[in-house]
C-alpha cells in the first residue's frame, strides 16, 4: 500500500530536507529528528549542482551537502535506512531529472521501490514524462504534480487527470523560499484544483512560520502545506552550530505541526 | 541526406533538446512557440527585422577572402564571414534584434539575458536601449572580472548588471540565475538567451535569427566561386554563430562541416570546455544535449580562456549533428586559440575575438599545406577589442595604463 494514498483528510504537513546536509553523518541526525515527529510527508532532496528551480538557501544547502561529496547512491541508501525505523511517514523524493538519469531510471526505481511512495521531479514536465510515469506506476511509486499559478485550469485539467498522491501548488510564482503569499489568490487557484482532483492539493514554497502555516489552513481550503526552506534556514540564522540546529528544528516542527 | 526538417514539434533534435523545465515555466515556453510559429508568418515582423538587420546591424556582413592566411596554410582558399564587423561586434545581435522584436509582439515590458564574455549583454542591452525597455544581465563575477570593456559598454546602454557569485561564476551559472529570475518575474518578463542552448524553442528560435549568416554566406560564395564551400568552420560554445553558419548547408551534404571547441588546457584534463569531445548526454538548463558532467550526473564546471566558450554544456542541434555525422567536432586548447589569434591579427590586420580564434586554431592544425583548391568558410563571430586585456596577460605584455 502506498502511504500517499492513506495521507488524512486535512491539515497535512509535508517536510523537505536536503540529503547529506550539512554532512552524511549529520544529515542522518537531522532526518531522525524530523521524522521522530511524525509529519504526513517527508520530502528527501537529491542535492544537485544546478538546482535552477530553487532558491537561495535549497541551492547552499545542495552545495554543502556536495561539497563533502555524497553520492546518489549514499542518499538513496541513507533513505532506505531511514525507512525502517519510520512507519507513518510518507516518503517522497525531489530531485531533478539529470540526477535519476545518470543514475539510469531502471537501477533508481529498482532502488527506491517499497522504500518510497512518491517523487517529485521538478525539471520533468509533463510533456516529457510518459516513458518515466509508466515504469513508476509499474511500481507503485506516485509521480508527484507541480502546479503553478501560470497553469490555467484547461492545463491543471489534463495534467491532474491521472495524479496521484498529492498535489504539489506553488503557492508564488518564483523559487523555493519565496516570500509574498497572497491567500485569496491561493485560495482561488486551490478551489479550482479541488474541482479537477480527489487527492489533497497541498502549498508550497514561501512558508516560513507557524504564522503562515495557520494562515494557509484558516484563509484557504488547501490539505495542507510544505515547508522547505524554513527548516533549513535556521541552520544558517545558528551560525552553523548543529547542536542548536537541531534543538532548534524540533521546536519548530512541533509549531508548525498544527 | 533526406531534407533536414529539426526539431519536431517538441523540440527535439532526434533524442535531444526537449524542454526539461518547471511547471511556472511551462506555459511560458509554450506561449513563446506558439508566439514564435505566428511571427515566422508575419511579413510585417519579418520586413522589421530585416530592416534592423540592414540599416542598424550593418549586414550583409561581408565575406572577406583572406588570401594572406591562404597563402600562409599553402592550401584551401580562406574566406572569413566577416559577422565581426556587425553592429556591437559579433554574431550575437542578429537574434536579440528577433528575440526583442517578439518580446515586443507579446507585450512583455521587461528584459533579462544571461552573458558569458558579454558580447550577447552588449547586444541585449543595445536592443533595449533601441527599443526602450528595461534590462537585467546576469553575469558571472569571474567573467565580469575578465571582460571589463564590455561590463562598461553594457553600463553605458543603461542596463543593470547583476553580478552572480555561484558555482563556476560564469556562463553556466549566469543562466542558471536568469531562469531563475524567469520563474519569479513570469508575467512581465521576456528572457532572451543567447545561444542555441536552453529549453524549446530557444535552440530552434536562436538558430533561425541566427541563419541570416549561412544565407548570406551561400549567396556569397556562389557569386564568387560559383560553388558551394567545401568546408564550413565555426568555433562552438553553445553553438549559434556555427548553428546559423551551418543551418543552410545541412541538405548539402558536399559541404563538409567542423564545429571547434574549445578545450582550455587540453580535452583529457579537468580544465576544458569541449563538451562534445569529453562530455556523455544529460539534461543542462532545460534540454538533453551532451554536458560535462561527473558520474553521478553533478555539472562540471567548464574552463576556457574564451569567456564566451566557457559553457559545460552545448545547443542541442549540434549532440544531433555530431551523433548522426553531418558535422564533426573537434577540440582546440587555449594556447592554440591565442596563437591563431596573433597569426590572423599579423596575417590579415583582423583582431579576431577568442571565440573564432578557436576555429581559426583549427583552421591551421588540419589545413597546413592540405586541402588545396577548396574553399572554406570561417565564421568569424566576434572581433577581439574585449579580449585584448586578457590576450595580453596571456602573451605577457603588460596592457595596464
Redesign the interface.
Known sequence: MNKLDQLPSKKILSLFMTCGFPTLSQSKKVFDEILSHQPDIIEFGLP??????D?PII?ESS?IA?KSKI??KQSLNLIAQLKKNSQKTAFVIMC????V???GVQNFIKEIKNVVDGIIL???????EKSIKNLLDKNNIHLI????????QK?SKR?LKEAKGFVYY?SA???TG?NKLDYKEINKNVLALKKQTKIPVLVGFGIKSKKDVMAISKNTKADGVIIGSALIQKYFDLKMNFTKYIISLRKFIKEVKI | MKNYNQPNT?GRFGDYG???????????LIDLDQSYQKIQKDKKFQKELKDLFKNYVGRPSALHHAKNLSAYLNGPKVYFKRDELNHTGAHKINNCLGQILLAKKMGKTRIIAETGAGQHGVATATVCALFGLPCHIYMGSKDIERQKPNVFRMKLLGANIIPVE??SKSL?DAM?EA??DW?????DTFYIIGSTAGPHPYPKMVRDFQSVIGKEAREQILKIEKKLPDYLIACVGGGSNAMGLFYPFLNEKKVQIIGVEAAGKGPKTNQTAATMTSGTP?????SYSY?L?D?????KEAHSISAGLDYPGVGPEHSYLKDIKRAKYYGVTDKEALNAFQLCSKLEGIIPALEPSHALAYLIKAFKNKAKGKTIILNLCGRGDKDLFTAAKAIGFDADE
Open positions: 544537485f549542482s544546478d538546482p535552477m528551480a532558491g541551492q552545495k556536495l553520492t546518489t531533478y531529472l539529470n540526477t538519469q545518470k543514475f521538478v525539471d520533468l514536465p509533463f510533456e516529457e504534480k507541480l502546479i503553478s499559478p501560470m497553469t490555467d492545463r495534467l506553488i510564482t518564483g523559487i519565496s | 517538441l526537449g524542454m526539461y523545465v518547471s511547471e511556472t515555466l511551462m506555459p511560458l555561484s558555482g553556466k542558471n531562469l531563475r520563474i519569479k518575474n513570469v508575467r544529460g539534461i543542462l538548463h532545460g554536458v558532467q558520474n553521478d550526473g553533478q555539472i
